[in-house]
């Protein structure tokens, strides 16, 4: 199966080359895109000095249009799967065979790399892990899927998700979202154990100032999703 691995990066001149470098070295027989998303530093200038293969977006469209323009790549390009993988340093390349894996076996649509099965690695700070657990169990509620870690940005999708997604991904804080809208479609997700590491530079675009104001918008657009899809079949049904 073809993969490619997704990279959405904003201002990750840090870390860019120290990602790419880990992925040509642990995982040379996949394909990469980095999404560059409009980066003011030297992100473009490092991937352009070292021949990286990117994609320069004109204007910075945030984390969910990074990924979906991944997602629109794949999809055009003919790929079986597709890896989500950060730009900042915090993902373990070594794990993307084993989310790969799921897929092709066949065993899930989607697989998503967890830090909270094993408990190995940076775990996160207790406050945004309370937050990450009412996320779960809201989705749970939703659609009937049970995600530990769905803020997690390594996730691996099939063909299916991939035109999914390249024709549908939520723009602002999307992991959630995207678990939910795949969720009530019947997607099977599974979660497998990963270990992730701590930002190696670079600033997280959720900030602890954030956080109360990024519950309540994801909580918010997490409820309109279901709504949504809720309208959508009863408007398929009566056609």
Request: aromatic share 8%; hydrophobic share 40%.
């Amino acid at each position: 199966m073809r993969l490619l691995i997704v990279i959405p990066a904003y201002n990750e001149a840090e870390n860019i080359a120290r990602v790419i470098e880990e992925l040509k070295r642990t995982v040379p027989e996949y394909d990469y895109l980095i999404v560059n998303d409009g980066s003011k530093d030297n992100t473009a200038g490092i991937c352009r000095e070292n021949g990286y293969n990117c994609l320069e977006l004109p204007l910075n469209l945030g984390i969910g249009g990074a990924v979906q323009a991944g997602y629109l790549y794949a999809r055009e390009n003919g790929y079986d799967i597709a890896v989500q993988f950060d730009g900042d340093g915090q993902h373990d390349a070594g794990s993307i065979p084993k989310l790969a894996e799921v897929l092709e076996k066949g065993e899930a649509d989607i697989a998503i790399g967890s830090r909270f099965i094993d408990r190995e690695g940076f775990q996160s700070s207790g406050a945004r892990r309370a937050g990450i657990g009412m996320l779960s169990k809201l989705i749970r509620m939703l659609c009937g899927v049970k995600v530990l870690d769905v803020t997690s940005g390594m996730r691996a999708v099939n063909r299916r998700f991939i035109e999914e997604y390249a024709e549908h991904y939520a723009q602002d804080y999307p992991e959630p979202e995207a678990i939910l809208y795949a969720g009530l479609r019947g997607a099977v997700i599974r979660e497998v154990p990963v270990r992730m590491k701590e930002r190696q530079g670079g600033q997280s675009s959720i900030s602890p100032m954030k956080s109360v104001y990024y519950m309540i918008k994801v909580s918010l657009a997490l409820l309109m999703g279901k709504l949504k899809a809720r309208k959508d079949r009863k408007r398929g049904a009566g056609r």
